[in-house]
């Protein structure tokens, strides 16, 4: 555990919003040599980060990624082994496109040598502690999470939608956080995992998340509850409390979580209301007001090349409450996959948002907290 000075050096870390650039070597020995004095540095343009998009590791995803002007890519799948194997294979056979980023120093490097970053996120923990694969007998408890921290493991959220042994799932908002959620969490933040909360995960134990942070928390894909009141969208005191952490929300660009709620079950015949474009950019105007622009982030949740339908009456992870029949699933018009990304910048800009305001939103927000959380 950090100390309360240390917790407060992180916390400043986390809500600054500027990168000091470190001095490079033989700065000081040069001038005593004799050698001439180094170079200017090259500017180091913004990094453009897709926050959370669980789609399929492909090249046609990698040229939606550069159709969009994206850097960096956070791989959010539901943990297995077999996805972890098949996504470290697809890194080696893609090696001149496509890199794992284990730090933020890793993704300006891999943005420098015209490759895309990929960090790897979980969608939900429960691998850490598969039975036979941990140790509650244990003071402080044995898990995998070394394991998987070493290939290039990042972000984690605890559960996806429904109750597991660490937390309460979106559909069970005033369940907690465990004990064993408890000590995974510590776990998380000592080694340098950044933890996801809010959207899968219910309020109660986001919020319990929160009051345990010594680093920053994130959201890394939900939608806003104050503008469409869909039990997988997040609460403004969760998002409040994320922001207090120095952390950051991603906003999905899910159709029915801006656009449908539970008031709406029962209309699936008629004519469906959409979310577009400006609709998305109009959670990203909500959260600028609610907790300013330091603190809101892109995670469009595109499932290209992975999941494709959700049937609600058929699923009890996604009920009739939260989302309509998506056969494929339905993003806000104009924002359909990562590589519409330049309509979102394109109407903040229409809206009056600075370039700095645009270029923290698109990934600088994402790097600092990246830096904060498992290193710079």
């Not at 984690?156 to 000590?183: E, H, S």
């Amino acid at each position: 555990m950090t100390t309360d000075m240390n917790r407060r050096g992180l916390m400043k870390l986390a809500g600054g919003s500027v990168f000091a650039a470190a001095a490079g070597p033989g700065a000081t020995s040069s001038a005593a040599t004799g050698a001439p004095p180094a170079t200017t540095p090259p500017v180091t343009t913004p990094v453009v980060v897709d926050g959370c998009s669980p789609s399929a590791p492909t090249a046609e995803y990698l040229a939606l990624l550069r159709k969009g002007g994206v850097d960096s890519w956070s791989v959010s799948m539901l943990p297995t082994l077999l996805q972890m194997s098949a996504l470290l294979e697809f890194v080696d056979d893609h090696s001149n496109d496509v890199g794992i980023a284990k730090s933020a120093a890793d993704i300006r490097r891999l943005k420098q040598e015209g490759k895309i970053s990929l960090t790897i996120g979980w969608q939900e923990a429960d691998l850490f502690a598969m039975k036979g694969e941990s140790d509650w007998w244990s003071k402080p408890p044995r898990t995998t999470m070394r394991l998987f921290y070493e290939t290039g493991l990042r972000v984690v959220g605890l559960v996806y939608n429904l109750t597991n042994a660490f937390a309460g799932g979106c559909l069970d908002p005033k369940v907690g956080l465990t004990k064993a959620g408890r000590a995974v969490v510590g776990e998380m933040q000592n080694l340098g995992i950044l933890v996801d909360v809010g959207g899968h995960m219910g309020e109660q134990s986001s919020l319990d998340v929160i009051a345990m942070a010594e680093r920053p928390i994130v959201c890394t894909h939900s939608n806003v509850a104050a503008l469409n009141p869909n039990p997988r969208n997040t609460s403004d005191r969760v998002i409040e409390g994320i922001a207090k952490t120095g952390g950051l929300f991603g906003v999905s660009a899910i159709d029915p979580f801006m656009s449908w709620s539970g008031k709406d079950v029962g209309k699936r015949q008629q004519p469906l209301k959409r979310a577009n474009v400006q609709r998305y950019v109009d959670e990203l105007d909500y959260l600028k007001r609610l907790v300013g622009v330091d603190h809101i982030g892109i995670g469009g949740d595109f499932t290209v090349g992975s999941t494709s339908s959700i049937y609600p009456d058929e699923s009890f992870a996604f009920p009739a409450e939260m989302t309509y029949v998506q056969d494929p699933i339905q993003y806000a018009n104009g924002f359909e996959d990562i590589s519409k990304l330049p309509a979102v910048r394109a109407e903040m800009v229409r809206r009056g948002w600075r370039k700095d305001e645009i270029d923290k939103v698109m990934g600088e927000n994402w790097m600092r907290v990246y830096a904060a959380s498992f290193g710079g």
